[in-house]
T-cell receptor, first 114, second 114 residues
Framework: ETGVTQSPTHLIKTRGQQVTLRCSSQ?????VSWYQQALGQGPQFIFQ???????GRGNFPPRFSGLQFPNYSSELNVNALELDDSALYLC?????????????FGPGTRLTVT | SQKIEQNSEALNIQEGKTATLTCNYT??????LQWYRQDPGRGPVFLLL?????KEKRKERLKVTFDTTLKQSLFHITASQPADSATYLC?????????????FGTGTQLKVEL
């Protein structure tokens, strides 16, 4: 069974640019959640996708957008990058959206905005 | 406003001792609480889940307690080992719109010394 994978591992972008991060969910999982983790902080919920539809969003501006594909893999897009977007971006997959479905995290993508 | 607080200062203990980490929350009644371990540059790894109607949960050397009156969870690692050194995060479920979306504390760094 393959776990959650994310690409790329590291990324350096310039302020104002756009970035796309990718996540492959664990086999059999139809739900993907994205989190942003700034240095020294806990992960913060960005949004969740369930069967290709957005299923809830945290307190992030519209320049953070996402997609989920028919194979349940997902992308996180960030437009007009700001310095504060520098963080570890984590993807987590689960069997569903119900309260007791455990989330399995990928290793993360470290984004640095200069 | 809703808040989750963990000791921000690192906890240093000697090998073989019991480590106790605290998670306090306010203005919320979660259905359950989870504890995660996170190593530097890696995604969180799920350790234990405790429901609101459970007082205590154990798994090998790990023990979690949940006091909904005090709005506090304690996480214990007995017979600690240097390999237990990591950041430990507590997370509540459902704060950000329901389902299995997680709201994390800031984490406590544990260092187990020989």
């Amino acid at each position: 069974e393959t776990g959650v994978t994310q690409s790329p591992t590291h990324l350096i972008k310039t302020r104002g640019q756009q970035v796309t991060l990718r996540c492959s969910s664990q086999s059999g999982h139809n739900t993907v959640s994205w989190y942003q983790q700034a240095l020294g902080q806990g992960p913060q919920f960005i949004f969740q996708y369930y069967r290709e539809e957005e299923n809830g969003r945290g307190n992030f501006p519209p320049r953070f957008s996402g997609l989920q594909f028919p194979n349940y893999s997902s992308e996180l897009n960030v437009n007009a990058l700001e310095l504060d977007d520098s963080a570890l971006y984590l993807c987590a997959s689960s069997l569903g959206t119900g309260q007791y479905y455990e989330q399995y995290f990928g290793p993360g993508t470290r984004l640095t905005v200069t | 406003s809703q808040k989750i607080e963990q000791n921000s200062e690192a906890l240093n203990i000697q090998e073989g001792k019991t480590a106790t980490l605290t998670c306090n929350y306010t203005n919320y009644s979660p259905a359950y609480l989870q504890w995660y371990r996170q190593d530097p540059g890696r995604g969180p790894v799920f350790l234990l889940l405790i429901r609101e109607n459970e007082k205590e949960k154990r798994k090998e050397r790990l023990k979690v307690t949940f006091d909904t009156t005090l709005k506090q969870s304690l996480f214990h690692i007995t017979a600690s080992q240097p390999a237990d050194s990591a950041t430990y995060l507590c997370a509540l479920v459902g704060l950000t719109g329901g389902g299995n979306k997680l709201t994390f504390g800031t984490g406590t760094q544990l260092k187990v010394e020989l």
